[in-house]
């Protein structure tokens, strides 16, 4: 799996870096192929905000989510990609 990870307006520590790679890798449960994400990580003074985009099944499927913290939203944002590779998980190989 090959993620970028981009942080605007701030530096983003190791252990933020780490632990979104960590979470996206989740994914690689419902895709046996090549799987590429980016990550992008926003902070405008107290709000925070998680864009993910996950190139799976020759498509891309995108989420983001807004918040105050970046260890309660990108858990959050890659159950809503789960969701989204399950669903286009059961129509490609489903019928």
Do not use: C, W
Request: no cysteine; proline share 1%; aromatic share 10%.
């Amino acid at each position: 799996m090959k993620i970028t990870i981009a942080a605007r307006h701030f530096d983003a520590s190791d252990k933020l870096k780490d632990f979104a790679t960590k979470e996206l890798k989740r994914l690689n449960k419902y895709f046996e192929g090549k799987i590429s994400g980016d990550i992008i990580l926003e902070e405008n003074g107290s709000t925070k905000k998680v864009d993910m985009r996950v190139s799976a099944f020759s498509k891309i499927f995108v989420s983001n989510i807004d918040g105050a913290d970046f260890y309660k939203i990108i858990p959050k944002i890659v159950d809503k990609l789960e969701n989204q590779l399950k669903s286009a998980k059961s129509k490609a190989f489903g019928r």
